[in-house]
T-cell receptor, first 119, second 113 residues
Framework: AQTVTQSQPEMSVQEAETVTLSCTYD???????LFWYKQPPSRQMILVIR??????QNATENRFSVNFQKAAKSFSLKISDSQLGDAAMYFC????????????????FGKGTHLIIQP | DTGVSQDPRHKITKRGQNVTFRCDPI?????LYWYRQTLGQGPEFLTY????????KSRLLSDRFSAERPKGSFSTLEIQRTEQGDSAMYLC???????????FGAGSRLTVL
């Protein structure tokens, strides 16, 4: 079974600074997908960024980028120019590759990292 | 609002009672997922549907848990004979078949006294 580990229960960063959240995973598969989701307090989880394992290029979405190291099974999230609205729980998630698509086994999530933005 | 809707947002019940949660997915999404999230943990996959067919239910936590999606639209998650350990946030998500991205609802928080 796949496992996802987020070793940082909490991180704090000054507004406008850069912060990196760590994620490692364990799988025997070669094709899979990785995601970072954000969960603000009392609000729904929203997708921040995703990465297909077969793509070598790291995904970027505006201020958010990942460092995907497939051999090391590492998938960190970098948030640049941190803003107060970035404060939330961040979850790293794994999904195996399926030729039919979708999430037959669902997503496997880490325990999350609580990100605090200091004004 | 075209997002995923969950109802109720918060349910307080006494141990031993049955509870039911409802999820209305995004209308064109044919896949629907249920997750449980306990305090300090990430969401844990429970079950999922494609249209009205429940394609994975082995992860349901016990036989007290059941889910339905009778017409392939909304879904219900029922917990019978609730226990204090069932206290958690129950999340629903939906997607199109073949899509990698799930859209989550705001969740239904269960408190069992």
């Amino acid at each position: 079974a796949q496992t996802v580990t987020q070793s940082q229960p909490e991180m704090s960063v000054q507004e406008a600074e850069t912060v990196t959240l760590s994620c490692t995973y364990d799988t025997s598969e070669s094709d899979y997908y990785l995601f970072w989701y954000k969960q603000p307090p009392s609000r729904q989880m929203i997708l921040v960024i995703r990465q297909e394992a077969y793509k070598q290029q790291n995904a970027t979405e505006n201020r958010f980028s990942v460092n995907f190291q497939k051999a090391a099974k590492s998938f960190s999230l970098k948030i640049s120019d941190s803003q107060l609205g970035d404060a939330a729980m961040y979850f790293c998630a794994y999904r195996h590759f399926s030729t039919s698509g979708g999430g037959a086994d669902g997503l496997t999530f880490g325990k999350g990292t609580h990100l605090i933005i200091q004004p | 609002d075209t997002g995923v809707s969950q109802d109720p947002r918060h349910k307080i019940t006494k141990r031993g009672q049955n509870v039911t949660f409802r999820c209305d997915p995004i209308s064109e999404h044919n896949r629907l997922y249920w997750y449980r999230q306990t305090l300090g943990q990430g969401p844990e996959f429970l079950t999922y549907f494609q249209n009205e067919a429940q394609l994975e239910k082995s992860r349901l936590l016990s036989d007290r848990f059941s889910a339905e999606r009778p017409k392939g639209s909304f879904s219900t998650l029922e917990i019978q004979r609730t226990e204090q350990g069932d206290s958690a946030m129950y999340l629903c998500a939906s997607s199109l078949a073949g899509a990698n991205v799930l859209t989550f609802g705001a969740g239904s928080r269960l408190t069992v006294l």
